[in-house]
């Protein structure tokens, strides 16, 4: 059965435009992650279970009604863990260390690796780098622009920490709440983007 369910999801994935309004049962998509994962660890098999959100998400195509948008957000911003320290900056050269970094999260990994944001993936940061995606919205001048305003700052590292208590279904990664990068290193992160000595700020 499992089989079956596998090369179903996968003649419908590669179908191209004639099944492009088709979605696949649930229960196909289901077994065709498990066989994906079959021979994962433990720990692996539950990551590919997603969480109350992330199953809104995907059942709604990220297109959540009004109601299960608020919903999300009221959830997710219960998720946000502040700085006990109430300091949102860290170390902004360590921060483009982070920024740089898309080690992390993988199974070819070592024990121990330490991951990494890998925004440049998606954003632009430093005006003078020249490889960055586009995904996400420039991030250049970032906090110059915003005239490197507490709440504004607080907003981004709420942001950073789990984006989807700001866009419901965003498509940015949930640092903080997954565990992908810990509390320091998203200080560092928000020193790259608003410490004023930044090259993101220059």
């Known amino acids: 059965m499992m089989k079956h369910a596998f090369a179903a999801a996968a003649l419908l994935l590669c179908a191209g435009p004639a099944f492009a ?5 649930q229960a196909v998509i289901d077994a065709y992650l498990a066989a994906t994962f079959g021979k994962a660890p433990p720990e692996w098999q ?3 279970k997603p969480d109350e959100t992330l199953a809104v998400c995907n059942t709604t195509r990220n297109n959540p009604s009004s109601a299960e948008s608020d919903a999300i957000l009221k959830r997710e911003s219960a998720r946000v863990s ?13 921060g483009y260390q982070v920024a740089n970094n898309g080690r992390g999260g993988q199974f070819s990994d070592p024990p121990n690796t330490v991951s990494g944001g890998n925004c440049f993936a998606c954003h632009q940061l430093d005006p003078k780098e020249v490889s960055y995606g586009t995904l996400g919205p420039s991030l250049a001048a970032y906090g110059k622009d915003r005239k490197y ?13 789990n984006s ?9 990664p949930r640092f903080g709440v997954n565990k992908v990068l810990d509390e320091q ?11 004023p000595e930044s090259p993101v700020n220059k």
Do not use: H
């Not at 502040?82 to 360590?94: S, V």
């Open 149 to 161: 305003d507490p709440e504004t700052i607080k907003d981004a590292y709420t942001k950073i920490y």
């Open 82 to 94: 502040y700085p006990a320290d109430g300091k949102f900056l860290g170390d902004w050269k360590k």
């Open 164 to 172: 989807m208590a700001v866009v419901p279904c965003s498509n940015m």
């Open 46 to 48: 539950a990551r590919i």
């Open 185 to 195: 290193q998203i200080k560092d992160v928000m020193a790259y983007l608003f410490d």
């Open 21 to 25: 309004d088709e979605r696949p049962s």
